[in-house]
């Protein structure tokens, strides 16, 4: 069972308020990446980190911001919330290169309204 | 650029009964590694099984088996004795070692299929 953590798991929140999506792993795993999914639809990447003070921007295009301090932790920011940013947000992390792949582990996700 | 078609929007299938989920892709790495995820309504993503493309025979973990097709860039997940509990959104994925993939080699996902398995 995969270690990665995710919180709050639901949050519901007004337009223009800041809000900061915590996501750890306790598996010393150097990649992280932040999905966001829409209800009934596919996993798009918004952001990754292949370590400490690495951070780069995915497919999609977000409005979000990520920060890798330490390795167990990824956390996501949005300054201003909008109710387009209404969605789920899924945290990973997957173990370095040298195995013959790296199955990416999950957590549970936020489900996140903005009103 | 790479990508994951999964043309099954829903499923149903009878419980005990063996059910199929469709999964083509496209891409020009040569080396490439293919995933099926299970998404439950609570929302996390589970790890089912894993077909890397110069794995010569097909997938298997417990009732999970993927019938890999390289030559028609399909990867099926065959799922035998359908149990109740195996009703949720299935995702095909893909992560490339070549430059379509991007230097994240991160995951490529479908658009999902969500199976339901009747009593």
């Known amino acids: 069972e995969a270690d990665i953590y995710q919180t709050p798991r639901y949050l519901v929140i007004g337009t223009g308020k800041k809000i900061t999506l915590e996501c750890s792993q306790t598996?010393?795993?150097?990649?992280m990446y932040w999905y966001q999914q829409d209800p009934g639809m596919e996993l798009h990447l918004i952001h990754y980190?292949?370590?400490?003070?690495?951070?780069e921007k995915g497919d999609l295009s977000s409005e979000s911001t990520v920060s890798r301090i330490r390795t167990e932790h990824f956390p996501l920011t949005l300054e201003s919330a909008r109710p387009s940013h209404t969605s789920q947000y899924l945290c990973?992390?997957?173990?370095?290169?040298?195995?013959?792949?790296?199955?990416?582990?999950f957590g549970p996700g936020t489900r996140l309204t903005v009103l | 650029a790479q990508k994951i078609t999964q043309t099954q929007p829903g499923m149903f299938v009878q419980e005990k009964e063996a059910v199929t989920l469709d999964c083509t892709y496209d891409?020009?790495?040569?080396?490439?590694?293919l995933f099926w995820y299970k998404q439950p309504s609570s929302g996390e993503m589970i790890f089912l099984i894993y077909?890397?493309?110069?794995?010569?025979q097909n997938a298997t973990e417990g009732r999970y088996s993927l019938n890999f097709q390289k030559a028609r860039k399909s990867a099926n997940l065959v799922i035998s004795a359908s149990q109740l509990g195996d009703s949720a959104m299935y995702f095909c994925?893909?992560?490339?070692?070549?430059?379509?993939?991007?230097?994240?080699?991160?995951?490529?996902f479908g658009s999902g299929t969500q199976l339901t398995v009747l009593p």
């Open positions: 980190s292949y370590g400490v003070n690495s951070t």
């Open positions: 598996m010393g795993h150097d990649k």
């Open positions: 994925a893909m992560r490339g070692r070549g430059i379509s993939s991007g230097s994240a080699r991160q995951l490529t």
């Open positions: 990973a992390s997957s173990e370095p290169s040298g195995r013959a792949y790296n199955e990416q582990f």
């Open positions: 891409t020009s790495d040569q080396s490439y590694g």
């Open positions: 077909q890397g493309s110069y794995d010569e």
